[in-house]
C-alpha cells in the first residue's frame, strides 16, 4: 500500500510539473526548418538568404537587419517560403547590404529569432607587412614574409624578378601564412622578390624586396644550435590552417622536432612538416589548442635550443545546456537553464518572444539563468537563450505556459529554520491550513540574504514531508528561506520568510603567495586577502611558516588577520628556501599550503634586473593569462624567462620570451589546479631577480569539461544492518580518481525528523564506515559524497535502511488482573512504553503461592496484538501471582512486577462490580465494564452460591455435633512480635464467619525475601521463627486437639493484626495415602499407627518452567514445601532443616493489597516429608 500511495505521489508531481504535456509537446512547438548562414559575396551579386519555420498556422516571417526590422523595397523582397532575396548586392559609403540578418517568425504562441548570418562583400586591403631586403651568405637560409587582410582569405604565391618562384627544388618553401623560405642559398638566388594576394574579389601585390646573395669564405666553424625564426603565438578560426615556423641556423646543421608542452600527442592526421621543420596542422580545433615546442638540436650531441608557441584556436558558441519547456502555475517559479561553450566564451541573453527580456525585481537572470518568481499571466510566452560572440550566435527555445487555477491551497505555515553544520540548515514547516490534502508537492526557495542580485534557488519534494536539508551552502552566511504548496492546477501563495545563518568553518584553502627578492638576503611574501566563499568566516590570523631547503628545521610567524605581505630577512644569498601558509577563523586552522621554493639570488657586484612585477589572470578554465613590468632601471633586459608547473609535479622547460614581451598566456592547463609560475629578465650582466606567484584554475562551465570538473558522486552505496543500533556502509569511488587523495562525507538522518541534531555526519577516508549508536527498528536515509583537490561531488542517491528491531528492554506496561468469574480472571495489559520495539507475543505465567515456591508457572501466549487474556480453571481459595514479558523475534523482554489474585473460599465475595488486581499503587476498584454478566447468569451463581452455603452449613453442624465440648473463654493465636516474646492473641468470636477466613487469606508483601539457591532459616520483619512450646501456645481450636473432625475452617480462623507474625497450618488435600493432619505435625500424631511418612510430596527442580504433567495434576500445582519444626525440647530454628527450590528468574519484591491486611509468607520444605507450614506476618494496611 506504501508503494502504491508513493507511485501516486509521483504521478501527481510529474503533473503538476508539466501538466498539461499536450501545452508542451504537442503544442506545434515553433522552430526552425532552415537558419539564414554567413555568405560572401562580390559586388552586385545576388543574395538569398533562407529561412523556414515550422509551427501551427498561420506563421508569419520578417527579418532584421542588425537588430532593426527590414521593410520589402525594390532592393529588399521577401519570398513567399520566407527566405530574403536581395537583386543586387550594394557596397558603397553611404549604403551597403553588409551586416548581420536575422529572420523572426511568429505565431499565436509567441516568435522566435533566428541565429545571425553575416553577409560580407569580398575584399583585400592594402597588404599590412610588405617583404624586406635580405642579404645573406652562400649556403645559409633567406627568409621573406607579407601579410595581407582579405575575406574571404587570401592566397599567397612568389614572384623572382616579376615571374612566378620556380618550387620545382626542395631548397624553396612556400608557407600557407605567406612565408617564403629558401635554404642552402646559391648564387643564382638573387634577385627581386614580392608576394602577390588572390581571392574571388581581387588580386594584389606587394612592393619588392632584393635578396643579395654573399659569397662563402672558407669552411664554417662548429656552432650551437639557434633558432632565427621561431613559432609565433596564433589565434585562429575553427577549421582553418595553422602554420608554425622553425628555422634554425648552426653547424653542422640541427634537426628540428616538435612537441607539446602538455605531453600530449601530435596529431599526426592533420599535421605535417613543410620544408625543413614546419609544422602545419590543417582544419584546426580545440583539441589542437595548447603549447607547441620547436626543438632545435645538434646532430649527435645533447645541445638544442626550444622556442615555444601557443596556439588558440576559436570556437563558435555551442549551447550545451538547453532550457526546457515548463508548465507553472501562476504564483509559482520558473527556472530556464543555459549552458554554452566557445573561445572566446560567448555572451548569454535571453529573448522573450524574439524581443530581449526586461529584467526587473520579478525576473532576474543569474549569470546564465533565467528565474520568474511570482508568474503572471504575461508571462506566458516563448523564451529563447541566445549565445554570440564574435565567431557567431546560437539560440534554444523553450516555453512557459501559465496555469490559472482559483482553487489554490493556503501557503505552508510556522516554517523555521535550524542550522546543522557549516554547509546545512534543516527547513521545516507545517501543512497548509486550507485545502491541505490536496498538495501533491512543495517548493522550496532559497537565497543569501546579503547582496544584491542573489541567485534564488529552488528544490521540489514530494507531499509526504514537511521537513528538508538544504546541502551545499556557503559557511557563515545568512540564508532566507520561502516555501510554496503545489496541488495539480495550482501554487499556494509563498509562505513566510525566514532566515538563518550556517555556522563558520576552518577556510578552504590558503591564500596565493607572491614571492619576490629585492636583495639577496630577503624575500618579500604578499598575498590577497581570502574571498568570503573560501575564507568561510572571518580570517583570524595567518601562519607564515619557511625553512632552507638543506635544513629541516621550521620557523613560523603568526601575522594579523589584516596583513597582506611579510618581508623575510637576514636570508642566505643563492639559497633555495621552501614557504607555506595556513589561515585561521574562529573553528581553527585550515591545512598549510604545498611548500614554495624560491631561490634567492646571488651576491653579486653586477647591477642585474629587479624582479617583474607578475600579474597572473585565469582567462579560463584551461587558460592563464601572464602579464609583467618591470622597473625603469639602468639595466638593459635581453629577453625574460618564464617556467610553471602544476604544484606537486616537476618543472616545465623554461620558456624563452623576447624583450619587447610583456604578456604571455599559458594554454593547455587543468581545471581547479594550483600552478606556479615563474618569471626572470636576463640581461648581459646575468640572470635578474626571480619572481614567483601560484595562481589557480577555475572549474569548467561548459559540459565539455564538466566531466573533469565536476566530480561524480560515489556510487553502489549499500547498507549492511550490524545488529539493531549500527549498520555497515560501503561503496565505490568513481575509477577515474585512482591515485588521488579522496576523503568521504556520510550524512544519516532519521526519516521525517525535524530535530537537527539527529542528523549527523561522518568524515572518513576510507570507502567503508560503521555508523553506531542508531536507534533500534528506524528507518534512516544515508547518502554518502566525496571530496577531491579541494572539490565536492554532489550526494549520492538515496540509500533508505531501517535498523534491526531490538529486544524489548520493557515490561508490559498497567497489568491487571481481574476476576470475573470464580475461577477465571482476565489479565490485561499495555503496550511496552519504549519506542520503536515490535511485539509479536506476550507471554504470561501465573501460579498459586504453593505452585510458585515448587517453581510451578503456568504458561499462557498470546499475539503481540493483543493485550488481554483470560486465567481459567483458578481454584478457590489460593492466591495467584501474575507477571508477562513482552517477546519478539529477537529476544524476550524483562517480566513485569508481579500482581497477586487472592481467590476467597466460596462465592461470597461476589458483587455487582468485578474484583481487580493490578500493578498500580492505589487499590480502587473500577467498574470498567470489562465483563458483564447478564440476568439469567446472575440467577444461576445465585442459586449456586446457596446451595454451596447450605452444604457448608450442614458440614460445620455435623462436625460440631462429633466433637467434644469444651470451653474457652476465646481463641488464641501464636504471635510474634518485634522482640520475638510470645504475644497475646486476639479473641475470635464462636460465630465464625467466611468473612473472616478472606480477611486471613495470605498476601505477599514487601518484605519478602526469596532465598536463591536456598537457606536454613525462615525469615520474616520480626525475626527468626521460634517453636518452642508450639502445643502449648498453639490453641486455635473449639475441641480437643485430637479430635480429627474438627472443622478446617476453625484451623484457619486466627485474625491478623498489624505488627504480628501468625502461624497458619494447612492440610493437604487429595493425597492418597493420607497425610499426617497439622494437628499430628505439631502435637503428635494421635494414633501411633497414623505416625507415618509420605511418600507423595513432590519436590521440584529450580526450573521455573512449566511441563504439561504439572498442568494435568491439580493436585501437584497446589502443592506446597512443608516445613518440619522440631519437637517442645527446645530445638533451635537453626536447627531446622529445609530446601528451597526457586524458580530461575529472580523476582523482585511486590507490594500486594487486600482488604484485611498486608503479609509476607514464607514456605519451606524438608525432604518433602512433612505437611506445609506457613508462617504469615500481619502489617499494617
Known amino acids: 500500500m506504501a508503494k502504491f500511495k508513493m507511485k501516486i505521489c509521483q504521478l501527481w508531481l510529474l503533473f503538476v510539473l508539466f501538466l498539461p504535456l499536450s501545452g508542451v509537446l504537442c503544442f506545434s512547438e515553433l522552430s526552425f526548418i532552415t537558419e539564414p548562414s554567413d555568405v560572401t559575396l562580390l559586388p552586385k551579386d545576388p543574395a538569398v538568404l533562407d529561412c523556414q519555420a515550422h509551427g501551427q498556422p498561420p506563421v508569419t516571417i520578417k527579418w532584421l537587419k542588425n537588430g532593426v526590422r527590414l521593410a520589402e523595397s525594390e532592393h529588399i523582397h521577401f519570398l513567399p517560403n520566407g527566405s530574403l532575396y536581395i537583386p543586387k548586392v550594394k557596397q558603397t559609403n553611404e549604403d551597403s547590404d553588409e551586416g548581420f540578418y536575422q529572420c523572426l517568425s511568429q505565431n499565436k504562441y509567441g516568435a522566435i529569432l533566428s541565429q545571425r548570418s553575416r553577409l560580407t562583400i569580398a575584399s583585400i586591403s592594402e597588404f599590412v607587412l610588405h617583404p624586406v631586403p635580405v642579404a645573406v651568405t652562400e649556403g645559409s637560409v633567406a627568409r621573406f614574409s607579407c601579410a595581407v587582410t582579405a575575406n574571404p582569405p587570401a592566397t599567397i604565391t612568389w614572384e623572382l624578378n616579376q615571374s612566378t618562384l620556380p618550387l620545382q627544388t626542395d631548397r624553396i618553401t612556400v608557407l600557407p601564412n605567406g612565408v617564403l623560405q629558401i635554404h642552402n642559398v646559391q648564387l643564382e638566388d638573387a634577385g627581386q622578390y614580392r608576394c602577390v594576394a588572390t581571392n574571388i574579389g581581387s588580386r594584389l601585390k606587394s612592393r619588392e624586396a632584393t635578396l643579395t646573395v654573399n659569397q662563402g669564405t672558407g669552411p664554417k666553424p662548429r656552432q650551437r644550435p639557434r633558432i632565427i625564426a621561431g613559432p609565433q603565438n596564433v589565434t585562429v578560426s575553427r577549421h582553418q590552417t595553422v602554420v608554425l615556423e622553425c628555422v634554425a641556423t648552426g653547424n653542422p646543421c640541427p634537426i628540428i622536432s616538435w612537441s607539446r608542452a602538455d605531453s600530449k600527442p601530435i596529431d599526426v592526421y592533420k599535421a605535417k612538416v613543410l620544408g625543413n621543420g614546419n609544422l602545419v596542422i590543417a582544419d584546426v580545433n580545440s583539441k589542437h589548442s595548447g603549447i607547441y615546442l620547436c626543438r632545435a638540436t645538434t646532430p649527435g650531441t645533447r645541445n638544442y635550443t626550444i622556442s615555444a608557441a601557443n596556439i588558440t584556436v576559436l570556437e563558435p558558441p555551442n549551447i550545451v545546456e538547453r532550457p526546457e519547456s515548463q508548465t507553472r502555475p501562476r504564483a509559482g517559479t520558473a527556472r530556464f537553464m543555459c549552458q554554452a561553450e566557445g573561445v572566446p566564451s560567448p555572451h548569454i541573453s535571453w529573448l522573450k518572444n524574439g524581443e530581449e527580456v526586461h529584467l526587473n ?150 591564500p596565493e603567495l607572491t614571492l619576490t627578492s629585492h636583495s639577496p638576503t630577503d624575500i618579500q611574501v604578499s598575498w590577497q586577502p581570502l574571498p568570503a566563499k573560501v575564507s568561510r568566516g572571518q580570517v583570524s590570523a595567518y601562519r607564515l611558516s619557511y625553512r632552507s631547503a638543506a635544513d629541516n628545521s621550521v620557523i613560523s610567524v603568526e601575522l594579523l588577520q589584516n596583513s597582506t605581505k611579510y618581508l623575510l630577512e637576514s636570508l642566505q644569498p643563492d639559497t633555495i628556501y621552501l614557504l607555506r601558509m595556513a589561515a585561521a577563523t574562529r573553528v581553527g586552522w585550515c591545512e598549510p599550503s604545498a611548500w614554495t621554493s624560491h631561490r634567492t639570488p646571488k651576491a653579486s657586484s653586477n647591477k642585474v634586473p629587479s624582479a617583474p612585477v607578475l600579474q597572473l589572470e585565469p582567462l ?334 450442614m458440614c460445620a453442624l455435623i462436625l460440631i455435633s462429633k466433637g467434644r465440648p469444651r470451653k474457652s473463654p476465646g481463641h488464641k493465636v501464636m504471635a510474634v512480635g518485634a522482640g520475638g516474646g510470645p504475644h497475646a492473641g486476639v479473641s475470635l468470636p464462636s460465630e465464625l464467619r467466611t468473612e473472616n477466613v478472606e480477611a486471613l487469606i495470605p498476601m505477599m508483601s514487601a518484605h519478602f525475601f526469596d532465598a536463591r539457591g536456598g537457606s536454613n532459616i525462615i525469615i520474616n520483619s520480626a525475626g527468626p521463627v521460634s517453636n518452642k512450646n508450639l502445643s502449648k501456645r498453639w490453641l486455635l481450636f473449639k475441641r480437643e486437639t485430637q479430635n480429627p473432625a474438627e472443622s478446617d475452617l476453625e484451623t484457619r480462623a486466627s485474625l491478623y493484626e498489624p505488627g504480628k507474625t501468625v502461624l497458619r497450618y494447612d492440610e493437604k488435600l487429595a493425597s492418597a495415602p493420607l497425610q499426617p493432619s497439622s494437628r499430628e505435625i505439631i502435637f503428635g500424631p494421635l494414633h501411633s499407627e497414623s505416625s507415618h511418612s509420605s511418600e507423595s510430596s513432590q519436590e521440584t527442580g529450580d526450573s521455573g518452567n512449566y511441563s504439561n504433567e504439572e498442568m494435568s495434576n491439580p493436585s501437584t500445582s497446589r502443592s506446597s514445601r512443608p516445613e518440619s519444626f522440631g519437637s517442645d525440647d527446645g530445638v533451635t530454628v537453626t536447627e531446622l532443616k529445609q530446601s528451597f527450590e526457586v524458580e530461575n528468574e529472580k523476582m523482585p519484591s511486590h507490594t500486594f493489597h487486600h482488604s484485611a491486611a498486608d503479609a509476607s509468607q514464607f514456605s519451606g520444605s524438608l525432604d518433602g516429608s512433612n505437611p506445609s507450614l506457613h508462617v504469615t506476618q500481619a502489617a499494617e494496611s
Not at 491550513?433 to 514530494?462: P, T, W
Not at 468485578?914 to 467498574?927: C, I, Y
Open 361 to 510: 525585481g520579478r525576473i532576474k537572470m543569474y549569470n546564465s539563468k533565467l528565474v520568474i518568481t511570482q508568474i503572471i499571466p504575461e508571462d506566458d510566452a516563448i523564451y529563447q537563450c541566445m549565445a554570440e560572440s564574435e565567431q557567431g550566435s546560437v539560440l534554444s527555445l523553450a516555453r512557459l505556459i501559465v496555469v490559472m487555477s482559483e482553487d489554490r491551497p493556503s501557503a505552508p505555515r510556522n516554517v523555521h529554520a535550524e542550522t546543522i553544520s557549516s554547509s546545512a540548515i534543516l527547513l521545516a514547516w507545517e501543512r497548509p491550513l486550507y485545502n491541505a490534502d490536496k498538495v501533491i508537492a512543495y517548493s522550496i526557495h532559497y537565497m543569501k540574504a546579503e547582496g544584491l542580485n542573489n541567485e534564488e534557488y529552488q528544490v521540489v519534494i514530494g507531499n509526504d514531508t514537511t521537513s528538508y536539508i538544504i546541502d551545499d551552502l556557503e559557511s557563515a552566511r545568512n540564508y532566507s528561506f520561502y516555501i510554496v504548496a503545489y496541488m495539480p492546477m495550482g501554487a499556494s501563495r509563498m509562505s513566510d520568510q525566514v532566515s538563518q545563518h550556517t555556522l563558520e568553518d576552518v577556510p578552504l584553502r590558503t
Open 620 to 953: 579560463n578554465c584551461n587558460s592563464i593569462v601572464a602579464r609583467w613590468q618591470t622597473s625603469a632601471d639602468s639595466v638593459v633586459v635581453q629577453g625574460y624567462r618564464l617556467c610553471y608547473h602544476e604544484e606537486g609535479q616537476p618543472e616545465q622547460p623554461n620558456i624563452q620570451l623576447q624583450a619587447q614581451i610583456n604578456t604571455y598566456t599559458i594554454s593547455g592547463l587543468d581545471p581547479r589546479r594550483k600552478y606556479h609560475i615563474k618569471i626572470l629578465a636576463v640581461s648581459q650582466a646575468g640572470d635578474g631577480y626571480q619572481t614567483d606567484q601560484t595562481v589557480s584554475t577555475p572549474g569548467c562551465v561548459s559540459a565539455r569539461d564538466q566531466l573533469a570538473a565536476a566530480l561524480p558522486p560515489p556510487d553502489q552505496v549499500t547498507v549492511l544492518a550490524n545488529n539493531s543500533s549500527a549498520v555497515s556502509l560501503r561503496w565505490s569511488r568513481p575509477a577515474f580518481l585512482s591515485g588521488k587523495a579522496v576523503s568521504y562525507t556520510v550524512r544519516c538522518t532519521p526519516v521525517g525528523t525535524h530535530n537537527s541534531s539527529a542528523i549527523r555526519y561522518i568524515q572518513t577516508t576510507k570507502q567503508s564506515v560503521v555508523v553506531q549508536n542508531l536507534d533500534s527498528n528506524t528507518r534512516y536515509e544515508f547518502v554518502v559524497r566525496l571530496h577531491v583537490d579541494q572539490m565536492s561531488s554532489p550526494w549520492s542517491s538515496v540509500v533508505y535502511h531501517r535498523t534491526l528491531p531490538a529486544a524489548p528492554s520493557q515490561p508490559p506496561a498497567g497489568v491487571r488482573v481481574t476476576l470475573i468469574e470464580d475461577d477465571t480472571a482476565l489479565v490485561s495489559w499495555r503496550e511496552p512504553t519504549e519506542p520503536n520495539v515490535i511485539v509479536t507475543h506476550y507471554t504470561i505465567m501465573y501460579a498459586s503461592q504453593k505452585a510458585w515456591m515448587a517453581g510451578h508457572w503456568q504458561i499462557l501466549q498470546r499475539e503481540g496484538s493483543h493485550t488481554m487474556a483470560l486465567l481459567e480453571k483458578l481454584e478457590p481459595g489460593n492466591v495467584y501471582l501474575v507477571k508477562i514479558s513482552a517477546s519478539n523475534q529477537v529476544g524476550v523482554g524483562p517480566f513485569s512486577n508481579i500482581v497477586e489474585l487472592p481467590l476467597k473460599w466460596g462465592n461470597n465475595h461476589r458483587s455487582k462490580n468485578p474484583r481487580h488486581s493490578d500493578s498500580f499503587p492505589d487499590t480502587t476498584v473500577l467498574s470498567d465494564g470489562l465483563y458483564n454478566l447478564d440476568q439469567r447468569s446472575m440467577t444461576g451463581i445465585i442459586v449456586g452460591v446457596s446451595i454451596a452455603l447450605a452444604c457448608i452449613i
